[in-house]
């Protein structure tokens, strides 16, 4: 079946612009949450969607940064005024409701190179 | 804050040796999970331990879930290149959220 798909895959832009990353997750997945990447480190949480709870926002590093989940599938990262500290790679996961064991299924990502 | 402490950080081996990679919290997970995570793609799930004590077995890699579900040991058999990649622990938190040790990251030389 169809896994987690993000898009665009690479994204090159000017600092300042505003960028717009998309995730599809895995269809009935009530679990969503954005990551970041930076080179050669781990995971770095940024926001959390879980059916139709407020999302857990805790980790958006500032006000540039938001996101937001569409009838509770499809999400976007939208990051504005973008800075060259953005650049990274933008993981996207979704997992089950399955309360005890939640498998993340992620997706390969959206590189951000901010020039 | 519930945290899970991954190590080492950093590990380079000869193809053909033996490793353990280590994952640790001062708190209780209700389960944990291990990923491989290879360059240019997201982390995959290789196993979730539930039970304390529990040892799972993957091929050549077998998954150790402690007694008091603290912590969770990854050791590898022979080790072959394929086997390099940023392994990653991770659990639900008490909010039910999932949490990520930042990883060991492994080079098998050949």
């Known amino acids: 079946g169809a896994g987690v798909s993000q898009s665009p895959s690479n994204k090159v832009t000017e600092k300042g612009k505003d960028v717009e990353l998309r995730c599809d997750p895995i269809s009935g997945h009530t679990a969503l949450y954005w990551y970041r990447q930076s080179l050669g480190q781990g995971l770095e949480f940024l926001i959390y969607?879980?059916?139709?709870?407020?999302?857990?926002k805790s980790g958006l590093p500032s006000d540039r940064f938001s996101a937001e989940r569409t009838g509770g599938s499809v999400s976007t990262l939208t990051i504005q005024r973008t800075q060259q500290e953005d650049s990274a790679v933008y993981l996207c996961a979704s997992s089950p409701s399955d309360p005890e064991f939640r498998p993340q299924h992620f997706g390969d990502g959206t590189r951000l190179s901010i020039l | 804050t519930q945290l899970l402490e991954q190590s080492p950080q950093f590990l380079s081996i000869q193809e053909g040796e033996n490793l353990t990679v280590y994952c640790n919290s001062s708190?209780?997970?209700?389960?944990l999970q291990w990923y491989r995570q290879e360059p240019g793609e997201g982390p995959v799930l290789l196993v979730t331990v539930v039970t304390g004590g529990e040892v799972k077995k993957l091929k050549r890699l077998t998954f150790q879930f402690g007694d008091a579900r603290k912590d969770s040991s990854l050791h590898i058999t022979a080790a072959q290149p394929g086997d390099t990649g940023l392994y990653l622990c991770a659990g639900p938190n008490r909010d039910d959220k999932i949490i990520f040790g930042k990883g060991t990251r492994l080079h098998i030389l050949p």
């Open positions: 708190s209780v997970f209700s389960s």
């Open positions: 969607f879980q059916g139709n709870s407020a999302p857990d």
